[in-house]
């Protein structure tokens, strides 16, 4: 199970937004760069400025950068906006975006900063193995438990903490060991199901 489950009800909810941008000209190549604009700014915000109060910021971004990856998905779908160009703005994005609005808690105190790095390595990791499982014929995997959603969940709940409760910093020391764990079994997950996705298909070929 991962928040990325929760998807299509987030969707419905935003569909008239998206129907209002497409009317507007907006384009989704235009939503993904906003997305990633929006991601750098928070990213330097947070690392200009390291104060535990002020990451009651990083659930709004996050949550505006996930309605607006949304909103591009479903430009490109459901308003015939799918290029390749938009692919690849897409996947980047993502990765970007995530070390831009995660990198900057190495610079407050307390924080594990060596789990951190490893998080984000995993991050671009379980990303690229998701990217990969295309190449050998498989889907795009977006398998949990540690997928982009889960990840800005946490993030983003973990912020809102030490907003109020700078003390909490400290958790980062048994926190981020226990999201490395998550991460590792995302990427094993990503790959066992992108296998046995060919194999099936290769089944079904063959009768």
């Given at each position: 199970?991962?928040?990325?489950?929760?998807?299509?009800?987030?969707?419905?909810?935003?569909?008239?937004?998206?129907?209002?941008?497409?009317?507007?000209?907006?384009?989704?190549?235009?939503?993904?760069?906003?997305?990633?604009?929006?991601?750098?700014?928070?990213?330097?915000?947070?690392?200009?400025?390291?104060?535990?109060?002020?990451?009651?910021?990083?659930?709004?971004?996050?949550?505006?950068?996930?309605?607006?990856?949304?909103?591009?998905?479903?430009?490109?779908?459901?308003?015939?906006?799918?290029?390749?160009?938009?692919?690849?703005?897409?996947?980047?994005?993502?990765?970007?975006?995530?070390?831009?609005?995660?990198?900057?808690?190495?610079?407050?105190?307390?924080?594990?900063?060596?789990?951190?790095?490893?998080?984000?390595?995993?991050?671009?990791?379980?990303?690229?193995?998701?990217?990969?499982?295309?190449?050998?014929?498989?889907?795009?995997?977006?398998?949990g438990p540690m997928g982009k959603s889960d990840r800005a969940f946490v993030f983003g709940a973990y912020g809102l903490i030490i907003a109020?409760?700078?003390?909490?910093?400290?958790?980062?020391?048994y926190l981020f060991p226990f999201m490395i764990i998550l991460l590792l079994m995302t990427c094993y997950q990503r790959v066992v199901k992108?296998?046995?996705?060919?194999?099936?298909?290769?089944?079904?070929?063959?009768?």
């Open positions: 199970m991962t928040i990325y489950d929760l998807k299509p009800r987030f969707q419905n909810l935003l569909r008239p937004i998206v129907t209002f941008l497409y009317t507007q000209g907006i384009t989704a190549n235009q939503v993904t760069l906003g997305a990633l604009l929006l991601s750098i700014m928070g990213g330097f915000l947070f690392s200009l400025w390291p104060f535990p109060w002020l990451y009651w910021l990083l659930p709004v971004f996050l949550f505006i950068r996930m309605a607006l990856n949304a909103i591009d998905g479903m430009l490109a779908r459901e308003h015939h906006q799918k290029s390749h160009l938009g692919a690849i703005y897409n996947e980047l994005g993502d990765i970007i975006s995530d070390v831009a609005l995660y990198l900057p808690f190495c610079f407050l105190p307390n924080v594990s900063s060596v789990s951190l790095l490893i998080i984000l390595f995993l991050t671009i990791l379980t990303e690229f193995i998701g990217v990969l499982a295309q190449t050998i014929g498989a889907s795009r995997r977006y398998d109020f409760f700078p003390s909490a910093l400290i958790w980062s020391h992108s296998l046995r996705e060919i194999r099936l298909v290769e089944q079904s070929q063959s009768h």
